[in-house]
């Protein structure tokens, strides 16, 4: 028998539900308005009685319309709703934000500068104080794309003068510049300011040189040659616990044998050098005793 007030006809599951499944229902809005349930048409009908799901959970009718993230964001207060907004991220010191957006225009834009102007030094720095002149923070970040530019391009003494004008003000004092420095110093033969450089940098940052940067310094002298000073660098590496690396090692003992001391050089490869190394081979690595 089917009753024709009713708007649903549901099975007989429906009759187990529990009061807790029931609430929940109401909560999210799903209750209808008014339904009856016939277990068969020998028993009595079990009817519910219906009321509105505003009327369940005191919920506003607007709350029903919104959708579950919304719900989410909703706070009730005696009938009213409050939004809560989201909290945005928060930035901490905008204002020392070093931006690198258009940073790769701007370090062409040196480049072409400097790369047309005479090797004399108050119009290269006139020029490169106007091309910072309306910047609000020094543009680091352009200065250091400009200096690996200008090594793609082999352009030494525009390195150099770039270099030498970024530490005059203070930036860019990091040891990829100075490595950079050193190596536009090797390639443009210039090894008098590359020792005045390294005696700065072994004096500013004694404990905080990498072994690479002695590497460059050792293989300057070495182009050089100047074995004298590579004895001196190695003494200031074995103070600093510093290990050299395999091409540094020979570099090294060839100068102890330039100098004539065939026992340091022994004593520096026997020391230093490993006894195996990886080659490729067939397109793998492979591990390969030393010459003797």
Not at 237 to 259: C, G, H, N, Y
Request: charged letters at 25%.
């Amino acid at each position: 028998m089917m009753c024709s007030s009713f708007a649903y006809r549901f099975p007989y599951q429906v009759a187990s539900l529990t009061q807790k499944q029931i609430s929940s229902d109401r909560a999210m809005g799903l209750v209808p308005i008014q339904f009856s349930i016939y277990h068969s048409p020998r028993r009595k009908a079990v009817k519910y009685a219906a009321v509105s799901a505003e009327k369940l959970t005191s919920v506003p009718p607007a709350y029903l319309s919104l959708s579950r993230n919304e719900r989410s964001l909703t706070k009730f207060n005696t009938g009213e709703k409050n939004v809560l907004q989201k909290r945005g991220k928060k930035e901490h010191h905008l204002w020392k934000k070093r931006d690198s957006t258009g940073s790769g225009q701007k370090a062409l834009k040196l480049v072409r500068i400097i790369s047309g102007l005479p090797n004399e030094k108050s119009v290269v720095y006139g020029a490169l104080d106007r091309w910072v002149a309306w910047e609000t923070e020094f543009p680091v970040i352009a200065a250091a794309k400009a200096l690996r530019i200008l090594r793609k391009r082999r352009q030494w003494t525009q390195l150099i003068q770039v270099a030498k004008w970024m530490l005059g003000k203070g930036q860019g004092a990091t040891m990829g510049t100075y490595s950079l420095l050193l190596l536009a110093f090797d390639m443009d033969h210039r090894a008098d300011e590359a020792v005045m450089l390294w005696n700065m940098i072994l004096h500013t940052h004694t404990r905080s040189i990498s072994k690479w940067l002695f590497s460059r310094i050792i293989s300057l002298y070495d182009h050089h040659n100047m074995p004298d000073k590579i004895i001196e660098v190695f003494a200031d590496m074995e103070e600093l616990s510093v290990t050299p690396d395999e091409d540094t090692v020979k570099r090294i003992a060839r100068a102890f044998q330039t100098l004539g001391l065939p026992g340091k050089q022994e004593m520096v490869l026997k020391r230093y050098r490993k006894e195996w190394k990886y080659i490729h081979f067939k397109g793998e690595r492979v591990r390969v005793k030393q010459d003797p």
